[in-house]
């Protein structure tokens, strides 16, 4: 159960309504965000609503079924956006392309990449800097002085940013140069990460884990929205399963039943899911069709070079096909 609060309200009638709660045997949870007060109520009693729905300081009860709760479309059911500012928005019927390499390299790549996307109408740019690697002797990314460079390029053209983070020492550094912290794979149920960017006052994208469950990611995108945080993403990037002829399997099936779950925009990428360049673009445009409200996909010049993942990479003449082809299909679902 939700209760949404007042706006303001004093101490006193705050604790008179988490002491009626108690009263009717559940346990409750403030939670405090950028837009709203809440109490999430865990408990399973009958109860006389009206013992809570009449007490000063409640605005409104949501009864929700699902164990998750905050990020739950049962209490909420208009679809959330994100906004990045200068009329960038996903979610609720805004569709975004966010494209980039997997790493960011040099001042050069980024300035290229950036010029492409801008000829391809792309707002948002991805990029790794912090990369997980499973091998520690792989390339493991710029560190901050290369996000300092790729924020500044970006910036300097209109371009906004999502980039991964991956370790609490990082997210306020990061703070100031950054649009989206991404949350990859191997730390989707870093619960400690998740509890603190549910402090930060920027959006955040949390991939689905290796082996993660939807409920799994649910959980996650629960774990930020309680800690205060509501501006919220998921992102489907495929699952490890038996089958080993691709990087990952597509759970194509995770966007419809994520849609229906959540009322957080919910993001495909093609690249990681498959893991094979030449079939990147029918998994993207089966992941928009599917009702995605955005897509993630790694991009470079010369994705043989790339210093990671170039060979699940497009060029900029496959790239700016898909971008074509996927704004046709945005044209079908919205005729
Ligand atoms: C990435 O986006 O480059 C990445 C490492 O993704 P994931 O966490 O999905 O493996
Ligand atoms: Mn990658």
Redesign the pocket.
């Known amino acids: 159960m939700i209760i949404q609060l007042e706006p303001k309200l004093n101490d006193s009638t705050k604790t008179d309504v988490l002491q009626a709660i108690k009263k009717i045997g559940y346990k409750p949870s403030p939670v405090n965000t950028q837009f709203g007060n809440y109490v999430v109520c865990i408990g399973k009693k009958d109860f006389d609503i009206r013992a809570i729905g009449s007490l000063p300081g409640v605005r409104d009860i949501h009864y929700v079924s699902d164990d998750y709760q905050l990020v739950s479309r049962k209490w909420k059911v208009e679809r959330t956006a994100i906004d990045l500012g200068d009329g960038v928005k996903i979610g609720n019927g805004a569709f975004q392309i966010m494209a980039g390499p997997?790493s960011i390299e040099s001042e050069a790549q980024v300035e290229s990449i950036v010029q492409h996307l801008k000829r391809c109408g792309v707002r948002v740019m991805?990029g790794?800097v912090f990369?997980?690697r499973s091998s520690p002797y792989s390339f493991r990314g710029m560190g901050l002085d290369g996000l300092k460079m790729f924020s500044a390029v970006c910036r300097a053209n209109g371009i906004k940013l999502i980039t991964?983070v991956m370790e609490l020492a990082q997210i306020e550094p990061m703070y100031d140069y950054i649009d989206v912290y991404?949350v990859?794979?191997?730390n989707s149920q870093n619960f400690n990460l998740l509890d603190e960017l549910g402090k930060v006052d920027k959006p955040v994208m949390i991939?689905r884990g290796i082996s993660g469950t939807i409920e799994e990611l649910l959980y996650s995108a629960e774990y930020v929205f309680s800690a205060g945080n509501e501006r919220l993403m998921l992102c489907e990037?495929g699952i490890r399963t038996y089958e080993r002829a691709s990087r990952n399997t597509f759970d194509i099936n995770a966007i419809p039943i994520l849609r229906d779950k959540t009322h957080l925009p919910v993001i495909v990428?093609p690249s990681?899911a498959i893991g094979i360049r030449e079939f990147v673009a029918p998994v993207a445009l089966a992941g928009v069709a599917a009702g995605a409200d955005g897509i993630?996909i790694?991009i470079h010049e010369t994705p043989e070079e790339a210093a990671s993942?170039g060979a699940q990479t497009l060029n900029y003449e496959e790239s700016a096909l898909l971008f074509k082809q996927i704004r046709a299909i945005l044209d079908v679902q919205q005729a």
């Open positions: 997997c991805r790794g990369k997980p991964e991404q990859g794979a191997r991939k990037r990428d990681h993630i790694e993942d």
